[in-house]
């Protein structure tokens, strides 16, 4: 079976961490719940969520002393 373009253009996790942050566009996460939901290593989410901040498809931020 051929793949998906989406395949060729995302990495699993990448694609894993999308999907959760399009589908609850009104939450926020801290990397430990991203871990939970997606299966995502906190390393592997880091390196993913700086990328997507960097290229400016996501903002990051800090709740209280966090």
Same mark, same amino acid.
Request: aromatic share 8%; hydrophobic share 40%.
């Given at each position: @079976?051929? $793949?998906?373009? #989406?395949?060729? @253009?995302?990495?699993?996790? +990448? !694609?894993? #961490? =999308?999907?959760? =942050?399009?589908? !609850?566009?009104? &939450? !926020?996460? *801290?990397? +430990? &719940?991203?871990?939970r939901i997606t %299966?995502?290593?906190?390393g592997s989410l *880091? +390196? &993913? =969520? $700086?990328? @997507?901040? &960097?290229?400016?498809?996501?903002? +990051? %931020? !800090? #709740?209280? %002393?966090?």
């Amino acid at each position: @079976m051929a $793949k998906q373009p #989406v395949e060729f @253009m995302f990495s699993p996790y +990448r !694609r894993q #961490v =999308l999907a959760t =942050l399009f589908l !609850r566009p009104d &939450e !926020r996460f *801290h990397v +430990r &719940e991203l871990e939970r939901i997606t %299966g995502v290593s906190a390393g592997s989410l *880091h +390196r &993913e =969520l $700086k990328a @997507m901040a &960097e290229s400016g498809l996501l903002v +990051r %931020g !800090r #709740v209280g %002393g966090q």
